[in-house]
Every structure is written in C-alpha cells, then in structure tokens.
C-alpha cells in the first residue's frame, strides 16, 4: 500500500526567507499524523505545498504513490487555518456551493450538508448567513465543507481554533470514526494533548526543518520514564535539588523531571516531609515536554 502522503526534500523560499528547508516525511494511508512545530516553523507553508497552493522551489510531492497533480485534490478534504467562507452567503447555499465545486450534485450536496450540519449539532444555523455565526460555529461550518465530498485524505490545519471543549471533543470523535473508516488524517495544531492522545506518527518541524519525525508511541518510550506527575496539599513538596532537572509548576500540581540515574523514590519521601502527596506518576515525558526540550535544542 503506497503512502497517502510523501515529501521528498521540499524547499520554499520567499527571497531570503526559507520558510520550508528540504523537508521530508510519510504519512502512511489510514493513520493519524500530527504536523507540529511553534509558529512561524513552516507547517501551513508545508500543508500550501501538500495540496498545490503553492508549488515547492526544490523537491516533489507525492499522493496516493503518484506524483502531485491537479485532479488529486478531489481525493482531499482540506480545513485551512484562516477562514475562508463567504460572509453574507447562507450556511447551506454556501455548503451546497462547495459541494458542487467537488461534483456533487445540488441534491445530493444538500443531503450531506444537512446530514452533517445535524451529526454536529448546527441545523439550526443552516439557514442563518455566516457572518451570523460565532468563530466556533464558523469553524464546524468548515468542518463539514471538508468532508463533504468524502475525501479519502484529510487536512486539518488548527481543527479547534475558535471551539469550547464540549465542540473540540465533538470534531474529534468525528475524527476518530473517520480514521476507523480508512480515512487518512493530518492535522496541524498547538494542541497537544489532542496530538498526544489521537495521532499514530508526528513530524515536529522548526524553522522549515524536521527535528523529530517517527512513531508516537516510539519517540516516547526513547526518552524513558523520567517524569513524575504529582498532586498535593501543604508546601511546594521539594526544593530543586540533585534529583531534579526541571519543574513545570501549576501550583498544587507538578512535573517533574528526573535528572538521569536519579531515584523516584527518594524524591517520593522528600515530597511527603514536607506536603502530603495525593498522587505520584511516574511515566514518560509528555508530548509537550518533548516538543519544549527539541524546540529549546535546536533554538
């Protein structure tokens, strides 16, 4: 089974900027990947390249094991960062609109918008215009434009900018019965706990480069169980001390990391003379913690 996704060496540059700097990763069909970096790194300039917004300076994009062309872009489904509807059109003229531009038919078009303004919770709003509508329900409105022509790819730059919790669990179990599907799913977010939670693979990408590409599950168990989470009552439960490397502090919650060789079980009985201790977790470093550290590194 070819890859739904590769790059081979991609390079973009705006004059003297490079914005994407022979990048290069796959993305296996039926998977989840998470395209991660800080802002600026050059992940929406990646996505531009993925889908023939813009064409690469150097380099080649790969789909379904062909080379890029344009009538690919019927097999995608793309949910860009910036909002791209028509103020003053109505929720379901404009669905049905971008519907016909995948060809679909006008009934047919009309069936799936209603069908998914109703799976999310907007059929309310389909005869509202979209200036009407709150950024999260603007955003589930480009939701469904995604899906609607059934892509077998789909690419999600920030899915849950603009939703509470309650839509941002909405939009990721339709996400999750998509992958159960066979859908391919990318998307690019500062969420992390999503990221760490959904995706099978990841890519983390700085200043237009790949600094950690692989396995999820894999580039976490690589930096072993040197983080303890800890919940407690009383005084700050340590000092930093020869145990510690870091801290990241909320108060009557820590992570702490290990310093290499050091015993989770003396920093455990320092922590109990001085708070008392309602959980204690050792484990692997969260994906955050990750992506903080090899930010930091190649800074």
């Not at 692989?214 to 040197?226: E, V």
């Amino acid at each position: 089974m070819p890859d739904a996704v590769e790059l081979r060496g991609i390079l973009k540059t705006y004059d003297s900027f490079v914005a994407v700097d022979h990048l290069s990763l796959e993305i296996r069909e039926g998977s989840v990947y998470g395209l991660l970096g800080p802002n600026g790194a050059g992940k929406t300039s990646t996505i531009r390249m993925m889908i023939g917004i813009t064409i690469p300076d150097e380099g080649e994009v790969r789909l379904f094991g062909e080379k890029f062309h344009r009538e690919q872009l019927q097999q995608i489904g793309y949910l860009p960062e910036e909002r791209g509807l028509y103020k003053r059109m109505k929720v379901l003229d404009h669905l049905i609109f971008l519907g016909r531009l995948h060809g679909l038919s006008i009934p047919e078009a009309r069936k799936r918008s209603l069908d998914w303004c109703e799976r999310l919770q907007i059929s309310d709003w389909v005869q509202k215009k979209v200036e009407e509508l709150s950024k999260g329900m603007q955003q589930k409105i480009q939701f469904v434009a995604a899906l609607l022509h059934d892509p077998d790819l789909l690419i999600l730059d920030e899915p849950f900018s603009g939703l509470d919790p309650a839509n941002a669990v909405m939009l990721k179990d339709v996400m999750v019965e998509l992958k159960k599907s066979g859908k391919t799913i990318l998307f690019s977010t500062h969420r992390m706990d999503q990221v760490e939670r959904m995706c099978d693979s990841i890519s983390l990408i700085d200043h237009g480069r790949c600094v950690l590409e692989g396995d999820l599950k894999k580039i976490k168990a690589s930096y072993g169980k040197n983080t303890v989470q800890m919940q407690y009552e009383g005084s700050a439960p340590f000092d930093h001390s020869e145990l510690v490397q870091s801290v990241n502090d909320y108060g009557n919650y820590v992570e702490v990391r290990l310093k290499p060789g050091a015993d989770p079980q003396q920093l455990l009985r320092m922590a109990c003379e001085r708070a008392r201790i309602s959980r204690f977790e050792l484990m692997e470093p969260s994906l955050e913690e990750i992506f903080i550290d090899v930010v930091a590194q190649n800074a």
